[in-house]
C-alpha cells in the first residue's frame, strides 16, 4: 500500500485494524488512540504527518514502519487510487449521515416528538462524538437557525444523543491539568448541589416558623456557596473559549455562555430571596421549587461540560493551547478546590507567548537582565537621564515615559481600562488587583463581541458601530453589583485626523464616591 504525509489515519486504521496495536507500540502519545472517542473525532481529520509530530518521528520514518507492518501482516499493499476512492466515498458518507443528524434537530425545533426522533437517531447511527455534536449546533447557526433558539433546546439536542454519549468514557488527565481541574470543581459542585437537594426535601416536612427560619438560613449559606462556581464559568468564558474560537469553534461556545449567564441570573436571584427570608410556608416552597430548577441547570452544564465540551476540547487543542488555559487560570482563581501538579506544560509551550500577542513589553518585562551598574544614560531623544539605568523611553504629546512606568501607572489607576483596537480586536486590558470584571490573557487578540454575553452583542456591535460612523463618542451605563454601584464608560479614541481608532472602556466603583457630602479640604489620615 502506498502511503504519504496527507494520507487519513482514519482510513488507514479502517482499512488495517491490526494497524492500531502497531502504532501504539511506536510511541507513548500514541497510546489515546485507543480512546475510541479519539478514533471518532481527531483520526478522521488527522493526517499521517500530524501523527509523526505527535509522536515525535520523522514522518518518511512512521510511513516506512507502516508500510513493513502492512506487509509482514497481510502480505498486500493498497494503491493510491483505492485509497482515495476510499476516502471519497468515506466523505460523502459522512457528509449524509450529517446532514440527516442535522434534520433531526431541524425537526426537534419544529416541535417533534423526542422520543420519535431519538428512534431515528439510533437507526442513522450507533454513536456520535462530542465533535460532531457542536460541528451539527455551530452549522445549524451558519444557516440561520438563531443562537437564542438552539440555546432553548440544547438541553433536549443532549438527550437525542444521550444514549452514544454515556458510552463515552470520562475525560482523563493528569492532576493540573486544566481539564482535571475543571472537573474536580465540578465534584465540588455536586456535593453543594447534594447537600442543597437534601435541604429542599426537609422545606415541606418542617413548616414550623421558627424551622423555616432555620432552614431558609441554611439554604442562603449553601447558595453562597455556590456562588463560586462564577470562577468555573469565567474560566471557561475567558480561556478555554478563545483558543476554541481559534480552531473555528464559535456557534456552541456562545450557546454555553448564554446558558451560563442564565445560571448567574437564577442564583442571584434565589440569594437575594433567600437573604429577604420568605415569610411563610408557601413562599419557602416557592423558592425551593425555584432553587431545584437552579441545581437541574447546574447538573445539565456539568454533564454537557464532561460529555461534550471537555473531550471536543481535548481533541482539538494541542499541548501549547493548555499552557495558554494554565496561565491564565490563576488571574481568575479556583472554584472550592486547589489545582494538582502533576502535570506541567513543556518547557517551550509554557514560555511560548500566546497566539495574538506581539512580544511587546508585557513578554519582555518577564525576563530577568542583568544587573546594570548605575550610570549617566541616554535617552532616546539624546538627553542624560541621571541616578540609573531606565531603559528605553518614550515620547509622549505632554512627556517622556519607560514602558514600565506606563504600566504602572495604567495598573494604579483607580479604574479598570480595557482598549479594542479598530479591528474589534481586544488588545490591552490594566490588570489591576482589584479588578471590578475579571480579565485573563485569553481575551488578548480575541474580538470583542465574543468577550461578551450572547444577550450583550448586540449593544456591543451598535456602540462600535456608531463610533466607526462618527455618530457618537461616548457611551455609558450604571449597574449594581455585588453591593457596588459601578459606573462604566466607552469611549471612541480618534487620531489627530479624526480616523477611528478604536474604543476605550472604563469601569468604576463608584460605591463610595456617591457618598460624599460637603467638601474636605484637609488631610486626615491620623
Not at 502519545?29 to 504527518?49: E, F, G, I, S
Amino acid at each position: 500500500m502506498e502511503l504519504n504525509e496527507k494520507t487519513s489515519l482514519y482510513s488507514l486504521l479502517r482499512e488495517y485494524p491490526f494497524l492500531l496495536d502497531f502504532l501504539v507500540s511506536l510511541a507513548p502519545t500514541y497510546k489515546n488512540l485507543k480512546n475510541p472517542l479519539l478514533r471518532r473525532t481527531v483520526a478522521r481529520v488527522a493526517t499521517l504527518k500530524r501523527v509523526a509530530e505527535e509522536g515525535g518521528l520523522p514522518v518518511e520514518e512512521l510511513i516506512e514502519k507502516i508500510k513493513k507492518e502492512i506487509e509482514a501482516r497481510s502480505g498486500q499493499a493498497a494503491h493510491p487510487a483505492e485509497l482515495a476512492a476510499a476516502e471519497t466515498g468515506g466523505d460523502a458518507r459522512r457528509r449524509e449521515k450529517r446532514e440527516r443528524l442535522k434534520e433531526i434537530i431541524r425537526e426537534l425545533h419544529r416541535g417533534g416528538e423526542v422520543d420519535e426522533l431519538k428512534k431515528r437517531f439510533a437507526a442513522l447511527v450507533g454513536e456520535v462524538g462530542a465533535e460532531e455534536i457542536a460541528t451539527l449546533e455551530q452549522e445549524l447557526i451558519a444557516e440561520g437557525l438563531p443562537e437564542e433558539e438552539v440555546k432553548r433546546l440544547c438541553d433536549l439536542h443532549v438527550k437525542i444523543f444521550e444514549e452514544s454519549l454515556e458510552e463515552q468514557p470520562a475525560p482523563s488527565c493528569p492532576p493540573g491539568h486544566p481539564v482535571h481541574t475543571m472537573m474536580a470543581e465540578n465534584r465540588a459542585a455536586e456535593k453543594i448541589l447534594a447537600e442543597l437537594r437534601l435541604l429542599l426535601e426537609r422545606i415541606p416536612r418542617e413548616p414550623a416558623e421558627a424551622e423555616i427560619e432555620s432552614n431558609l438560613e441554611e439554604l442562603g449559606g449553601l447558595l453562597e456557596r455556590l456562588a463560586e462556581i462564577e470562577k468555573h464559568y469565567l474560566k471557561k468564558e475567558n480561556q478555554l473559549f478563545p483558543l476554541l474560537e481559534e480552531h473555528g469553534i464559535t456557534g456552541p461556545t456562545r450557546v454555553m455562555w448564554a446558558i451560563h449567564d442564565d445560571i448567574r441570573k437564577e442564583l442571584k436571584e434565589a440569594r437575594q430571596t433567600a437573604v429577604r427570608r420568605p415569610a411563610g410556608l408557601r413562599d419557602a416552597l416557592a423558592l425551593a421549587s425555584r432553587v431545584e430548577n437552579l441545581l437541574r441547570m447546574i447538573q445539565d452544564m456539568i454533564y454537557k461540560e464532561e460529555k461534550i465540551l471537555f473531550p471536543m476540547s481535548l481533541d482539538i487543542l494541542k499541548d501549547s493551547d493548555w499552557a495558554r488555559v494554565k496561565r491564565g487560570e490563576e488571574e481568575i482563581g479556583y472554584a472550592w478546590v486547589k489545582p494538582g501538579t502533576e502535570w506541567k506544560p513543556s518547557a517551550e509551550t509554557a514560555e511560548a507567548p500566546a497566539a495574538g500577542r506581539s512580544a511587546g513589553y508585557g513578554e519582555v518585562a518577564e525576563k530577568k537582565e542583568e544587573p546594570q551598574p548605575e550610570k549617566a544614560e541616554a535617552d532616546v531623544s539624546g538627553k542624560s537621564v541621571s541616578g540609573r539605568q531606565v531603559g528605553l523611553q518614550l515620547d509622549l504629546r505632554t512627556g517622556r515615559l519607560t514602558p514600565e512606568q506606563i504600566d504602572l501607572m495604567l495598573t494604579h489607576l483607580p479604574v479598570d481600562i480595557s482598549f479594542v483596537d479598530e479591528t474589534d480586536t481586544v488588545i490591552y486590558y490594566s490588570d489591576t488587583p482589584d479588578r471590578i470584571f475579571p480579565r485573563s490573557p485569553g481575551v488578548i487578540g480575541r474580538k470583542v463581541q465574543n468577550c461578551h454575553p450572547p444577550k450583550s452583542i448586540h449593544m456591543v456591535n451598535r456602540i462600535l458601530e456608531a463610533f466607526k460612523k462618527g455618530e457618537r463618542d461616548v457611551a455609558e451605563f450604571w449597574i449594581e453589583t455585588g453591593g457596588r454601584f459601578v459606573h462604566i464608560r466607552y469611549f471612541a479614541v480618534r487620531d489627530g485626523d479624526g480616523h477611528y481608532r478604536g474604543c476605550l472602556e472604563v469601569s468604576q466603583d463608584v460605591t463610595s464616591i456617591r457618598k460624599l457630602q460637603g467638601e474636605k479640604r484637609l488631610l486626615d489620615w491620623d
